[in-house]
Structures are given as structure tokens and as C-alpha cells.
């Protein structure tokens, strides 16, 4: 809690409510009529990258954007490979080494880059293969649990973990850069619906900070402790605290609760967003003037064009759309986004939203 203390508005009033825990309560109207944001009372400059295409680099779909040193790294997982590309959305390098050879994996998952590493998550085999940033080998170390994410800090390795058959069952394990296990942290409760199963993050590292959210988790931990320091409560929607969310199919119409989905941590912002009758909300708290806005975003720096991040680095927000989406439901973007040579069938554009300091 170095940086600042949340007071927390409902409905854009003033009021602040910390349970004994020390975790900052932030109450967010669940209501279905939903006011209007302005992208631009966040998000100062929007960069678009459409990717360069050719033979070593058809992209299938992406599962994950990473920014490193002015490198755009994307995952993958049905072509089990990652790109690399320049700002400019040139390509640069692939790393694709399926095999059961050194410095080979099975099937790609997740990966993160720390101190010019490149850290991948090899779920066929329960191991982490190190590169360093250029696709050369280092080395692997292997681990016990089934984990679906990663994030890499200060020498330590979060791995978020499916369900475990074998004894106690934690979402989350730690380990030191040498494979050695830490703790495990965030016990999971005895039963779990499959159903829930998507591709929400769980990890946000911020300014040399690590936070974790489980799926479908109204509580956001931080740190090596992993201890709780925000409870997002939604007014009137809120699922209990004393059930379990796990047996419950929360895609299903007779779900009458509100649940958090992707969330994203920068040095100004800590922002989530949510569903509400298929309404996309988004929660934004400004850190700097302790000041909340709730509602439906729109893009008013690209005029008639969507904002859908689905991953947070930093100070971006990214999102990625598909080359014919473009040309279907938004063709006279095209024009404004300078993509006059953009065809159906080239690769994704990616999209940057850069958070104000």
C-alpha cells in the first residue's frame, strides 16, 4: 500500500470502507442502466500496429500481447508458437521448437519476459523453459502443478493452477528462479464447475509489483504474501461470500450475480470491467485524486470504433482484432486508421492504449 489509500465513491459520491483486513472496499453500482465514459479521461494516445504476414508468420489467433523494450511478443497457442515484432508491426522472430528435445516444448500456454528472459509456460510437460530474448536456450525447471498462467518478479515465478486431484489444492504456487517451491497461497475450495473455465488474467505486474486475481475472484492479493488489498463488491449483484463461486455455472441466464472479468493495474490506474445484461462496464479508479468512474466506455479518440483491451502491460491497454472483423463491421475505419493496404486475410491489428501518468 506504498503509493497511495483509495477512497471509494458509489455512484460518483465520496466514501471509504476498510474491512479489518486492511483491504480497500470498492462498492460499484450493479444497475443496468449504465452512464457513458469517455476513453479519454484515461487513455492519452492510441497506437495501431497492424503485423506484418508471410510464410513464418501466419497467425492463427492471438492468445496474449506482451510490450518489451518496444517489442510487441505474441502468443499463439493453436500454431504453439510465439511471434515477435517491431513497434512498426514488423516481424522480427518466431519462437516455434515443438519436440522433446533441449530447449523443445509440447504445448505452449503461457509466458512472461523478466530481466531479458523469456519464461514459458510448457503445460504438456509441467515445465518452464528459459530463453533469453534473442530465442536462445537457457534452461527448464520442472514443476508439479498443472498451472495455466505466469508471472515472472524479482526471482520469483507465480504459476496460477487448475484444479489439483492430489491433497490440499492451492490456485496459486510460487517458486524461486531455480525451481525450488516457495509457498503455495490461495487454497482452493473442494469443489469446482468446469464451466467457469476462461481466459480472464489473473496476473498484473505493475512497477516491479505482483498482483493476482483468480478467475471469477472479487479479490484482487498483491505481493510474495499474496495478501488481499482490494474487494470488489458489486451493489445488489454481489455473489455471497460464504458459497462458492466454482459450483456455479456463471455463464448461465439463471446467474443472477455480477462477477469481475479482466482486470489491469498501472502506475495511475487500477481499472476491471464486467458484464451487466451483455453490457461491458468498466470500473476506473484514478489513483492520483482517489476518484472512481463506472460505466460503459466509449472510444471517443477513434470515432465509431469499439474498446474491448483484453490484456493490461504497464501502461498499455492492448487489444487485438481480427483483420476481416474490420472490414465487416467497421469498414470506414479503415480510412482513419491509415490501414488503406489492410486485406481480409492479413493478420490481426493490434491495438495500444496508452493510460495517462
Not at 513464418?56 to 489467433?61: G, H, R, V
Not at 492468445?63 to 522480427?92: C, P, Q, R, S, W
Request: proline share 3%.
Amino acid at each position: 500500500m506504498k503509493y497511495y489509500i483509495l477512497v471509494i465513491v458509489l455512484l460518483l459520491c465520496s466514501c471509504s470502507d476498510v474491512d479489518n483486513s486492511g483491504v480497500y472496499e470498492i462498492m460499484v453500482p450493479a444497475e443496468t442502466n449504465q452512464k457513458e465514459l469517455l476513453l479519454s479521461a484515461f487513455v492519452e494516445n492510441i497506437r495501431i500496429v497492424p503485423l506484418d504476414m508471410d510464410d513464418e508468420c501466419l497467425i492463427s489467433q492471438i492468445d496474449k500481447v506482451k510490450i518489451f523494450k518496444d517489442e510487441i511478443y505474441i502468443l499463439d497457442k493453436t500454431n504453439n508458437a510465439i511471434y515477435i515484432y517491431g513497434m512498426d508491426g514488423k516481424h522480427l522472430r518466431t519462437l516455434f521448437k515443438v519436440g522433446n528435445g533441449p530447449g523443445e516444448y509440447l504445448q505452449l500456454m503461457d509466458f512472461d519476459i523478466y530481466d531479458n528472459q523469456l519464461f514459458i509456460l510448457d503445460f504438456g510437460r509441467c515445465h518452464i523453459l528459459k530463453y533469453d530474448c534473442d530465442l536462445n536456450y537457457i534452461d527448464r525447471i520442472q514443476y508439479e502443478t498443472y498451472s495455466t498462467q505466469i508471472a515472472v518478479n524479482n526471482g520469483l515465478i507465480y504459476l496460477y493452477n487448475l484444479k489439483s486431484q492430489k491433497g490440499e489444492d492451492y490456485k496459486c504456487s510460487i517458486l524461486n528462479d531455480s525451481g525450488r517451491k516457495v509457498a503455495d497461497k490461495l487454497i482452493r475450495r473442494d469443489h469446482e464447475n468446469l464451466f467457469n473455465y476462461n481466459e480472464c488474467n489473473a496476473f498484473a505486474v505493475n512497477n516491479g509489483e505482483v498482483y493476482i486475481s483468480p478467475v471469477y475472484d472479487n479479490r484482487v492479493y498483491h505481493g510474495e504474501d499474496l495478501y488481499p488489498v482490494y474487494w470488489v463488491r458489486f451493489v445488489g449483484k454481489e455473489f455471497p461470500d460464504e458459497q462458492n463461486v466454482e459450483e456455479q455455472d456463471v455463464n448461465s441466464p439463471d446467474f443472477n450475480y455480477v462477477v469481475k472479468n479482466n482486470y489491469y493495474v498501472s502506475n495511475r490506474y487500477f481499472i476491471f470491467d464486467y458484464l451487466i445484461q451483455d453490457q461491458r462496464v468498466f470500473c476506473v479508479v484514478d489513483k492520483s485524486n482517489d476518484k472512481v468512474e463506472v460505466g460503459v466506455v466509449k472510444n471517443d479518440l477513434i470515432q465509431g470504433y469499439r474498446f474491448f483491451p483484453r490484456w493490461g502491460d504497464e501502461k498499455y491497454l492492448v487489444e487485438e482484432i481480427n483483420a476481416e472483423i474490420l472490414y465487416e463491421y467497421f469498414p470506414t475505419l479503415l480510412e482513419s486508421m491509415k490501414l488503406h493496404d489492410l486485406s481480409p486475410d492479413d493478420n490481426p491489428v493490434i491495438l495500444l492504449y496508452e493510460m495517462k501518468e
